[in-house]
Nanobody, 112 residues
């Protein structure tokens, strides 16, 4: 199993970013996939999840601002993040299931 995140960076408050997670080594279309984040000094938290049939769920803190999606033909998971604020600053990780496997993470920094 390999998960490789990309798309992080530095953005101003109110800006947007789209994260991608390229998956390989397993049947991507069959698995529930998630995005987590971990801010400095805090525990890793679940941000969003998407089922194999594209049912989604979100943490209350990101509802209405973030959108999780997947392209099963490309074995890729996405996280569109809009209206970013400094509290969204964290390393973002994609995961198969609820933490079965992890990518290396991608840093998102939101400046005020």
């Amino acid at each position: 199993v390999q998960l490789v995140e990309s798309g992080g960076g530095l953005v101003q408050t109110g800006g947007s970013l789209r994260l991608s997670c390229a998956a390989s080594g397993f049947t991507f279309s069959s698995y529930y996939m998630t995005w987590y984040r971990q801010a400095p000094g805090k525990e890793r938290e679940l941000v969003a999840g998407i089922s194999s049939v594209k049912t989604t769920r979100y943490a209350d803190s990101v509802k209405g601002r973030f959108t999780i999606s997947r392209d099963n033909a490309k074995n890729t998971l996405y996280l569109q993040m809009n209206s970013l604020n400094p509290e969204d600053t964290a390393v973002y990780y994609c995961s198969r299931g609820y933490g079965d496997n992890w990518g290396q993470g991608t840093q998102v920094t939101v400046s005020s």
